[in-house]
């Protein structure tokens, strides 16, 4: 197989029956207390899960913690043994070329792809 092949055959397949790859994300609701997220972050502690990804929403009483972890079936069994209350998400991951305006480019080729 010449190097033009590589690649040619290659399936994608996810869990949730897509035939392409997705990040999955996790969204968590916190009071907006002093401590909170830093007992989020300790759940993970001792496991081999890491955030890799952090978003805070904060409305004055409470932060929406939205997140990405390196191993998302292992982070969401320590959620729901914490008791957590989690919304998971799949989201779509591009990596943006090094030159002009590439998010110009990804928003053109999702637009053909009709990716809203």
Known sequence: MGDSDEGANVGFATARGRNWPTLRQFTVFLENKVGQLLELVRRFEGSRVRIV?????????CAF?????SHPEQGREILERAGLAIIESDLLGVELPDDQQPLLRICTALLQAEVN
């Not at 990804?53 to 009483?61: N, T, V, W």
Request: proline share 0%.
């Open 53 to 61: 990804a952090l978003s805070i929403s904060d409305s004055g009483e």
């Open 65 to 69: 913690v939205r997140f990405l972890l």
